[in-house]
């Protein structure tokens, strides 16, 4: 009977301490997370464990980091391979260059349609300084319009300030 007692007790020793010699999953989640947080480029990977088994998941911006999260994670104390790599890689960023300058180059064909545009319209001037129309004079809110038209068609930046409306 002495006999019986002390092999039970020998034999629950020796699966409580086989048992606690093995990491638990949240002790093997917390070193993963730590081994790819020491790497900006992997600190944003969600980790799970579940009997010492790591699933990865969350978005990598290259096949790079996919791979050396998996590499990093395998190689914690404790983590059953293979790791289940549940990363995305992020679409590539496609940057476009600014658009061309809006500024247009006024041309003597560009001026030469603004002019003939404005011929009609009784006391308007313009002048043409690098790449704007000045317009200067007294029209009534009508001709103004038609002003704004012309110069919109011929596409050309332009300065009415000078452009004053008949009372």
């Known amino acids: 009977m002495k006999l019986t007692k002390f092999a039970m007790a020998a034999a629950l020793l020796t699966s409580i301490a086989?048992?606690?010699c093995k990491p638990k999953d949240s002790e093997i989640k917390a070193?993963?997370?730590a081994a790819l947080k020491a790497d900006m480029k992997m600190a944003n990977t969600v980790v799970d464990v579940n009997d010492g088994k790591v699933t990865l998941s969350g978005?990598?911006?290259?096949a790079e980091c996919k791979a050396k999260c998996e590499s990093t994670a395998a190689g914690v104390k404790g983590v059953k391979t293979p790791v289940i790599n549940?990363?995305?890689v992020a679409a590539p960023v496609i940057?476009?260059?600014p658009p061309a300058s809006t500024?247009?180059?006024?041309?003597a064909a560009t001026q030469q349609k603004v002019k003939d545009g404005l011929k009609d319209i009784n006391g308007v001037t313009v002048d043409f300084t690098a790449d704007k129309a000045v317009i200067k004079g007294t029209v009534t809110p009508a001709n103004r319009m038609k002003i704004m038209q012309i110069l919109a068609s011929a596409k050309v930046q332009s300065d009415v300030s000078g452009l004053m409306d008949k009372k």
């Open 95 to 97: 940057t476009t260059p």
């Open 31 to 33: 070193n993963v997370e």
């Open 18 to 20: 086989f048992t606690s």
């Open 103 to 107: 500024a247009t180059v006024l041309d």
């Open 86 to 88: 549940n990363l995305t």
């Open 59 to 62: 978005e990598c911006t290259d």
